[in-house]
């Protein structure tokens, strides 16, 4: 089985003010550290505010914008989860499952942050977008739980 380049993972908030210690979180009286909720396994992946660039989608024209949104809509949808999340830089919330073009990956309204915040995305993903490489979809692709492997997206955003 094919793994997706997964994309669109981020942090749960740009920074921590302590390192995480749940044996330290609970306090005398029960009083529990709202970081004790936290999940050390995503800081790992960007801020989603770090990647906020105006210039670089004003040097690519508004349409295609609008193609890769287009694109993002349409992906197939995969991997499904039991949460819904939300977006990190507003109150927004957004989706439980993930679509894919059967080369990529990236979580249901992943679009939000480009519409609604401009944050960019890695260029290699621009270019399969633009030059319609991927989707090939409907014949050799069905839903279910499909192993993701987020490396570049990690890679490109630090
Ligand atoms: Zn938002």
Same mark, same amino acid.
């Given at each position: /089985?094919? *793994? ?20 330290? /979180? ?14 050390? +396994? ?12 105006? *210039? ?44 894919? =073009? ?33 989707? =090939? ?7 279910? +739980?499909?192993?993701? =492997?987020?490396? =570049?997206?990690?890679?490109? +955003?630090?």
């Amino acid at each position: /089985m094919t *793994t997706l380049k997964l994309i669109g993972y981020w942090r749960e908030k740009e920074a921590f003010t302590k390192p995480y210690n749940p044996s330290t /979180m609970i306090q005398k009286g029960g009083i529990v550290d709202p970081d004790y909720w936290r999940d050390p +396994s995503t800081d790992i992946y960007p801020w989603p505010g770090h990647l906020i660039d105006n *210039t670089w989608w004003n040097i690519h024209p508004n349409e295609t914008k609008e193609k890769v949104i287009a694109y993002l809509e349409n992906g197939i949808p995969c991997n499904y989860y039991r949460g819904f999340s939300g977006c990190r830089l507003c109150e927004e919330t957004l989706s439980s499952f993930e679509r894919s =073009d059967g080369v990529w990956c990236w979580p249901n309204k992943f679009e939000h942050y480009i519409r609604v915040h401009g944050i960019r995305i890695p260029e290699k993903f621009l270019e399969d977008i633009l030059l319609g490489r991927n989707i =090939d979809l409907k014949e050799n692709f069905s839903c279910g +739980s499909i192993p993701v =492997d987020p490396s =570049d997206w990690i890679t490109w +955003s630090h």
